[in-house]
C-alpha cells in the first residue's frame, strides 16, 4: 500500500470515527432522524478504506446503532439489512474473545434490535434464530440472583418467548421465558407504574400467547379477560389526556382480545 493510500485510509478512519461518536449522541439524545444520515456516512467512510480495517469493533457499533435508529423509524428491512451486517462482524469477535464485556455487550444489542426488526416484518422463523444466544449475552452482562430485575432483560425474554410462540417451538423454555418477563415487569411497575405499565401488558399479551402454544387455552383466555379490563383503564386514561386516536386503537385491539376471551 502507498503512502498516498495509507494517508487516505487514515483519514477516512478519524473522520468516520468522530462521525460515529456524533451519531451514537444523537442516539442517546433520541434524535433517531438525525442520526441518520450522520452514521450513514460513519459507514460509508469505514467501508471506503481499503485493505484490513483498524477497528472492525467501530464499524460493527456504527452499524448497530445505524440500525437501532432505522428499526425506531419503523424502516425495519434497512434495519434488517444493517444489523445482519453488524452481527456477521461482531459474532466472530465475541466468540474468540468471550471475557471482554464490550463484545458481550455489543452482541446483546445487535441481537435484540435484530430480532425486535424482524418479528415486526412479521419472520419469527428468524426471530427464533436470531434470539438463540440472546438471553445468554443479556445475562452475562447482569450480575447473578434469583430475579434479575432488568428492563433490557425483561424485553429480551419477552421476545424469545413471542417468537417462540408465534412458530410453536420450544414451548416449554418459551414458557419460563415468558414468566420470568412478566416477573421482571411486575417488580418494575411497582418501582414506576406510569414508566413501566404499558410494558407490563404487553408482556401480559405474550404470556397469554404462550399459555395458548403449551396448551393451556383456559388460562390465556383468564389472562385476555384480564387485560381487556386493563386496556379499558389505560383507553380512558388516554383519552383523559387529550390522545383520543390513540385510545380508540387500544379500544379496537381490546375488542379484538375479549373475542378471545
Avoid: W
Wanted: glycine content about 6%; overall charge negative; proline content about 2%.
Amino acid at each position: 500500500m502507498s503512502e498516498l493510500d495509507e494517508n487516505a485510509n487514515d483519514a477516512a478512519f478519524q473522520r468516520a470515527t468522530a462521525l460515529g461518536d456524533e451519531g451514537e449522541r444523537l442516539v442517546l439524545a433520541g434524535r433517531y432522524a438525525e442520526a441518520v444520515p450522520v452514521l450513514n456516512e460513519a459507514v460509508r467512510l469505514h467501508r471506503s478504506i481499503t485493505g484490513p480495517h483498524p477497528a472492525v469493533f467501530g464499524v460493527a457499533t456504527t452499524l448497530n446503532d445505524l440500525g437501532f435508529c432505522l428499526s425506531r423509524l419503523k424502516q425495519y428491512e434497512a434495519a434488517v439489512r444493517v444489523l445482519q451486517e453488524a452481527r456477521r462482524l461482531s459474532e466472530p469477535m465475541a466468540k474468540v474473545a468471550s471475557s471482554v464485556v464490550e463484545l458481550r455487550e455489543l452482541m446483546a444489542k445487535i441481537l435484540s434490535a435484530l430480532g425486535s426488526s424482524l418479528a415486526m416484518l412479521g419472520e419469527f422463523e428468524a426471530t427464533v434464530e436470531a434470539t438463540k444466544d440472546l438471553l445468554e449475552y443479556r445475562r452475562s452482562l447482569l450480575e447473578p440472583g434469583a430475579l434479575q430485575v432488568d428492563f433490557e432483560l425483561g424485553k429480551d425474554l419477552r421476545l424469545f418467548a413471542l417468537a417462540r410462540a408465534r412458530v410453536g417451538v420450544e414451548g416449554e423454555p418459551a414458557h419460563a421465558a415468558i414468566s420470568q418477563a412478566l416477573a421482571i415487569f411486575q417488580r418494575l411497575v411497582e418501582r414506576d407504574a406510569a414508566k413501566h405499565g404499558r410494558e407490563l401488558l404487553t408482556t401480559l399479551d405474550v404470556f397469554a400467547e404462550v399459555l395458548d402454544s403449551v396448551g393451556r387455552a383456559d388460562d390465556a383466555k383468564a389472562v385476555r379477560g384480564h387485560l381487556v379490563v386493563e386496556y379499558e383503564a389505560l383507553a380512558k386514561a388516554i383519552e383523559l389526556a387529550g390522545r383520543a386516536h390513540e385510545a380508540a386503537a387500544i379500544r379496537s385491539y381490546s375488542a379484538a382480545l375479549a373475542a378471545k376471551a
